[in-house]
């Protein structure tokens, strides 16, 4: 009985609690999909934008000024970006829309059977036209609920400038009202949590932002040097997809073989396409990833592989981006209170 007792006053029981404090929130938020991915965006953004806030606020304006001057800045910047890209992306999202027309896939798939059936004899031409078409029909099915839902999502999501201005205006005012509802004896340890989550997320959310965007540049440049259309919004899509571990790079390549085989009418792309996606990725892994990370997550890869798969299981794609940086948090913490309640001499063994 006496060693239940011990047990339950043990610093391994505290930071056991303290951990399930920070995911259990976590894991409930994530059944409302939509707040949950409001609040992701909103955090991401406070991550990003408050170090150039607190930079202007040193200078000497109130904070609120200081988000002011920055969101002002950056829908200047907004707007400048869709001006000099919009004609671009829109040019070349009405040329697809063309080149996916019903008259032109017909043309392209009794041109691709044909070819097929040619290299393959005992397939028939017809049987290849008809599964194909099957294929493109799922797949043209599937893109328009995701847009629909991507409309929907739209919508919703024009709640997040409101709540990161005000994350942005209120942060350090929330964090030491949370600092200060902490009892005495856990001020010191609380504090440097706090620190070590806030360091250890800012990192991350920066250096996936600046991969993603260098990722989609490179994949812009190889896909304009190999002849392939419309290589601005395939390298904006390559960029984008590389959030998602692992299977990211492979999910962008679709809709870039998709744009080939209607350009080229075969499937000569094929082979180009995946080499450009594999170098890509070897390239992001030997020498973005580092650069840009340097040792930001210590983790284990067969770890992160695990933690990647729980993900996924519970909130899919989405879970499988935010699988890192959540278990980095609980990590941070778990380690943070076990250190804390050790040095600080809190808890009796």
Do not use: C
């Not at 519970?314 to 940086?325: D, E, K, N, R």
């Amino acid at each position: 009985m006496n060693d239940d007792k011990s047990f339950f006053r043990s610093r391994q029981w505290k930071v056991f609690l303290v951990s399930m404090a920070i995911a259990l929130p976590i894991f409930v938020l994530s059944t409302f999909e939509d707040l949950f991915l409001i609040l992701v965006i909103s955090f991401t953004m406070t991550f990003i934008l408050r170090p150039v806030v607190d930079y202007i606020e040193n200078l000497g304006a109130a904070r609120w000024v200081s988000v002011m001057i920055v969101f002002t800045g950056l829908g200047s910047l907004a707007v400048l970006a869709v001006m000099l890209l919009f004609p671009v992306i829109s040019s070349q999202v009405g040329q697809i829309s063309a080149a996916f027309s019903k008259e032109h896939l017909t043309m392209m798939l009794n041109d691709l059977s044909v070819q097929v059936s040619a290299q393959i004899p005992f397939l028939k031409s017809e049987a290849i036209r008809e599964q194909l078409n099957s294929t493109l029909v799922s797949f043209g099915n599937t893109a328009g609920e995701a847009l629909s839902g991507l409309v929907g999502t739209m919508a919703t999501l024009a709640l997040v400038p409101f709540i990161t201005f005000f994350l942005l205006s209120d942060y350090y005012t929330m964090q030491k009202s949370f600092i200060h509802s902490m009892p005495n004896k856990y001020f010191e340890m609380s504090l440097n949590i706090l620190y070590k989550i806030e360091d250890q997320l800012s990192k991350y959310i920066r250096g996936t932002v600046v991969e993603s965007m260098i990722v989609g540049i490179i994949y812009a440049i190889i896909y304009f040097t190999l002849g392939i259309n419309y290589a601005t919004v395939l390298g904006l899509i390559g960029g984008f997809t590389n959030v998602i571990p692992f299977a990211g790079p492979f999910i962008g390549a679709v809709p870039t073989l998709l744009i080939t085989i209607v350009q080229f009418g075969d499937l000569r792309m094929l082979i180009p396409v995946a080499i450009a996606t594999i170098a890509v990725q070897q390239i992001d892994q030997m020498f973005i990833q580092p650069s840009v990370f340097s040792k930001i997550m210590d983790i284990n890869p067969l770890t992160m592989f695990l933690v990647i798969l729980i993900g996924n299981e519970t909130l899919g794609v989405m879970g499988m981006v935010l699988a890192v940086p959540i278990y980095t948090v609980i990590l941070v913490t778990a380690k943070e209170t076990n250190w804390g309640l050790k040095n600080y001499k809190i808890t009796q063994a």
